[in-house]
């Protein structure tokens, strides 16, 4: 169990949360209301996502765009204390306003709306105004709810980093060890993802892996399980490593899926929640403070829980 | 509709299959038994498929192998008059008497029980005694029966091509043509999958999809749609080209499936079966004949469904 403070300062044993529903009320408790500046919010999802944030008593909204596109969000008009709107019509002014909002401390989360994600992240990576750290790594983690598995699933990097270095793959891991210790899991469980158990240098990640689990076992990562390369079934499956005779300390009960590449995390995100009914919560990775850049094709739901892991995951929160 | 002769030489409509139950059912009517030449089955799930197969009268079995391995195979009994067993210890001798029979026209589908794939391979790619004729492309192809999809999902390469070249996946987009117009698809839709829609030099998948629907505009490939880059939710949910604003022809009902990488391949194999309950068939693709090699992990009945699928595709059937 993690120790956390609680508001009074006294010190806490978290619960893993294993479910959305188990993160809001742990937000709840919590009893926060970070800041979140959005930027051009004009489509329904969205509107959504903040109502629902709004009702649940987790966070407070600046909105910054053109003004009209939010004539038509009337679910935020009863929460006239925790939303404020900045009128703003060029999307790329709204987007450097929103980020120095955040750099000046004014707001604490940076939430993309209806914007082009090249011109949003042209904001955020700047060097001189934006939001990421000299030298820190800009990757996605996402998080999944799989109705038929037992537990929240991580995973990394669906949308950033086409073919990680070895580095970027230890930072991506760094990243999602520290996102899962705040969603209260104590131990854990990093599965490197290939298409087979078998290192080849045929597959330059498989090497990487090699790597990765000698700095894993050499105490490098601290308290957690790292093992790979393993596929998808091997990783989240007792039964398949129990038939290919493969004996992994991850035992089929991954908590996180390191992808090898783009278009593997990609395919892994799209059919799982198509397929499978998965609801997503996803943030960039590397900015001084939490980034929600949903897709438009995200749902409401989605949106929402990605507010929620932004909300755990801020330094206001914690 | 594809035009086929029926059992008395007539022709015949044929109704597109849509499920793995069809496909048996269309097996059953086509009352013929294509021989298959099993090399060192010993497993339950392997049997299972075999029994089956023999109890839905689908086809006749060649088993070669070490025959004490069989001896708990009682379930095979029961058809003493489809079932020949071939004594041979040695696995690699196994395997290259079972090729040099299917060759011989004494069998005619390959099934691989538990030897290494490698070893069976080998035999298969002799180029003396093999049945991979000169300058033919080796690929896998698949297709699932996804129970939150309306029809199956053929979808290529999850476990032979690492890194296929533009001509490599030309071959597997027909390939997967031929053997969608075997199981009744008029005009298969094939997507082209990436992480995006958008094309870009630093995804050199990316610009052989633009040489590949060029080629199929300009009729290449007969009467068939292709489209891409696509994503998984956009190839198989209209929804999601509705919301992003793409009109593809594909229009989020496709057939196919063309991968850009075996690691997304075998993240979408594994992560929908394991997740979405789906049952899968596979094949490979290029050998004069018919080859099932299920995983060792694949499931009685994915192991049936192979079998299904090779029975369909066979020369013998047709």
Redesign the interface.
């Known amino acids: 169990m993690n120790k956390i403070l609680d508001i009074c300062g006294k010190s806490n044993i978290m619960e893993p949360i294993r479910s959305f529903e188990q993160l809001t009320s742990h937000l709840q408790s919590l009893n926060k209301k970070p800041r979140i500046a959005v930027v051009c919010a004009k489509d329904a999802n969205t509107e959504y996502a903040i109502s629902r944030a709004l009702g649940e008593g987790i966070a407070e909204f600046i909105m910054l765009g053109d003004a009209t596109d939010l004539e038509s969000f009337t679910s935020l008009r009863r929460y006239p204390h925790s939303v404020q709107i900045l009128h703003i019509v060029d999307p790329d002014e709204a987007a450097r306003e929103a980020v120095r909002m955040v750099r000046d401390g004014e707001a604490d989360i940076l939430m993309k709306g209806i914007i082009n994600t090249d011109n949003l992240l042209h904001a955020i990576l700047d060097k001189e105004t934006g939001l990421l750290p000299k030298g820190k790594i800009l990757t996605h983690l996402a998080v999944m709810q799989?109705p038929?598995?037992n537990k929240l699933l991580f995973f990394s990097d669906?949308?950033v980093i086409?073919r990680p270095t070895l580095q970027q793959r230890i930072e991506m891991i760094w990243y999602a060890i520290r996102v899962c210790r705040q969603f209260g899991i104590e131990q854990p469980r990093i599965a490197l993802?290939?298409?087979?158990e078998k290192v080849s240098a045929?597959?330059p990640h498989s090497l990487d892996y090699v790597n990765i689990v000698e700095l894993a076992e050499a105490g490098e990562f601290g308290d957690v399980i790292i093992d790979g390369p393993l596929?998808?079934?091997t990783a989240?499956?007792q039964?398949?490593g129990q038939?290919?005779g493969i004996a992994s300390p991850i035992n089929g009960q991954a908590d996180v899926l390191i992808?090898?590449?783009?278009?593997?995390?990609?395919?892994?995100y799209?059919?799982?929640?198509?397929?499978?009914?998965?609801e997503m919560a996803a943030l960039l990775q590397g900015p001084t403070n939490p980034v929600v850049l949903p897709s438009?094709?995200d749902s409401g739901l989605s949106k929402y829980y990605s507010i929620a892991m932004a909300c755990l995951t801020c330094k206001e929160c914690l």
Chains 1, 2 share one sequence.
Do not use: M, Q, W
Request: proline share 5%; glycine share 4%.
């Open positions: 799989i038929t598995y669906a949308a086409p993802i290939h298409c087979t045929k597959f596929d998808v079934s989240c499956e039964a398949s038939i290919k992808f090898p590449n783009i278009e593997s995390g990609n395919a892994f799209k059919s799982v929640s198509l397929f499978a009914g998965a438009r094709s």
